[in-house]
């Protein structure tokens, strides 16, 4: 199922329990290289429960407060990807995460953090590894 339609049928009353996989999160594979790669591709195709999740309870690949790391070190191009997501949050595409830590998904996570949002819809890979 794409992303899109996941949302489409959150958003619906009394919406069925969703699950997704990284490809259908992705809409194809994640660009190698990405941080997902760490887990393997083996669990690329698994389908894991959407959940939601408070973006203020999570924390970075280096278990840093993401809003600390992103205030520290974020570049312009990032800054301005975060503003955007502020704006208008891509509720069209689950973070990933592996119990509280955001494996996929750390801009987004700082937007929500920003915007004030108290849930964001996330899949933990704890599910199936």
Do not use: C
């Not at 996941?6 to 997704?20: C, F, S």
């Amino acid at each position: 199922m794409k992303a899109q339609q996941y949302i489409d049928r959150l958003l619906n009353e009394g919406a069925e329990t969703q699950k997704m996989s990284i490809v259908d999160i992705f809409d194809g594979y994640p660009e190698e290289g990405t941080v997902i790669y760490d887990y393997g591709s083996r669990l690329f195709n698994i389908p894991m429960t959407v959940i939601n999740v408070d973006p203020q309870t999570l924390k970075s690949y280096d278990l840093e407060s993401l809003l600390d790391q992103f205030n520290a070190h974020a570049r312009p191009w990032q800054k301005k990807l975060v503003g955007q997501y502020i704006k208008k949050y891509p509720y069209d595409r689950p973070i990933i995460i592996h119990g509280r830590m955001v494996v996929d998904g750390n801009h987004r996570t700082v937007a929500a953090i920003k915007a004030g949002l108290k849930s964001i819809p996330a899949v933990d890979l704890s599910e199936i590894i």
